[in-house]
C-alpha cells in the first residue's frame, strides 16, 4: 500500500507476534514510519522488535521526508488522529483511525513506545556540548544548535540517547525466549553488550573517535546510538 504519510509505496513485512502467530506490518522508508494494523505493535516478540530496532538503525544516517499534514488512513480514507500516550515515564505520540484500522507511528516514537531512548540529563548536554555545535533532531531532522538550545525548535522533542539499560532488558528477553521457535545466535547477547557498553561510554568519557561525533552531528544522538548497534549486530536486517 503507499504510506499515508508520504504516499511513497510502503514495503510489508511478516514478523512474529505472540503465541505463535505471525503479523503483518507495513514499513515507509522515505519518511520513516511504521503503519500497525490494530495492537499489532503490542503482539510483536522480543525477537521481532529487535529486527524493527535493527531497520530503525539501518535507516538513521539516511534524510527523513515530510509527512502529510493530516495524513488519511489507507484502509478507508478517514483522517488520522494525533495521539498522546506514555510508555512508563516516557511520552510518545502517533496517528490513530478513529475506526480502529490502525495507527501510524514514526520510527522515533516507536523507540519511545518500547522505552529504547531517554533524554538527556543536563551534565550530558553539557558534555556534548564540548563536542558538537549542531546535532541534528532524532525525532524529525531539523537541526539544534547546542548553543542555544537543549530540545528542537521544530518539534519540540528534546534531546536523546538511546537506553543502554533497556537495551540490556532486551537481551535478558531474548535469551529467556523467543515465541518465534527460532534460537537465538549465542553470540548475540554478547554483541549487544558490547553495543551497550560503546553507547555507555561516550557519555562517561568523551574521548570517542571522530566516526562517532561524525554520527552524532549527521543522525543524532539516537541514531549515533543506533549506529553502534548496528556495527556489532554485523548482520543485515531480514
Not at 122 to 132: A, I, T
Request: aromatic fraction near 6%; charge should be negative; glycine fraction near 8%.
Amino acid at each position: 500500500m503507499n504510506c499515508p504519510g508520504c504516499g511513497a509505496a510502503m514495503v510489508g513485512q511478516t514478523l512474529d507476534a505472540q503465541l505463535g502467530r505471525a503479523v503483518a506490518i507495513d514499513v515507509c522508508l522515505t519518511c520513516q514510519v511504521f503503519w500497525f494494523d490494530q495492537h499489532e505493535s503490542l503482539q510483536l516478540t522480543p525477537g521481532s522488535t529487535l529486527k524493527l530496532f535493527r531497520l530503525i538503525g539501518e535507516q538513521a544516517a539516511a534524510k527523513r521526508g515530510p509527512v502529510a499534514a493530516v495524513p488519511d488512513c489507507p484502509r478507508c480514507g478517514a483522517a488520522l488522529v494525533a495521539t498522546h500516550d506514555k510508555q512508563r515515564n516516557t511520552p510518545f505520540q502517533y496517528l490513530r483511525c478513529d475506526r480502529g484500522h490502525g495507527r501510524l507511528i514514526t520510527f522515533f516514537d516507536f523507540l519511545r513506545e518500547k522505552n529504547f531512548i531517554r533524554p538527556l540529563s543536563p551534565e550530558q548536554v553539557e558534555e556534548l556540548r564540548k563536542n558538537v555545535q549542531t546535532v541534528n533532531c532524532s525525532n524529525c531532522g531539523a537541526a539544534i544548535d547546542l548553543t542555544q538550545s537543549s530540545k528542537c525548535d521544530h518539534c519540540g522533542s528534546p534531546l536523546s540517547m538511546l537506553d543502554a539499560q533497556q537495551t540490556q532488558q532486551l537481551v535478558a528477553e531474548l535469551q529467556k525466549a523467543d515465541q518465534s521457535g527460532k534460537p537465538v545466535a549465542p553470540t548475540l547477547p554478547l554483541q549487544l553488550e558490547h553495543a551497550k557498553s560503546e553507547v555507555e561510554t561516550a557519555f562517561a568519557s568523551f574521548e570517542r573517535e571522530s566516526e562517532w561525533f561524525s554520527d552524532v552531528s549527521r543522525s543524532g544522538l539516537v541514531g549515533a546510538g543506533l549506529a553502534a548497534l548496528v556495527r556489532w549486530l554485523g548482520q543485515p536486517s531480514d
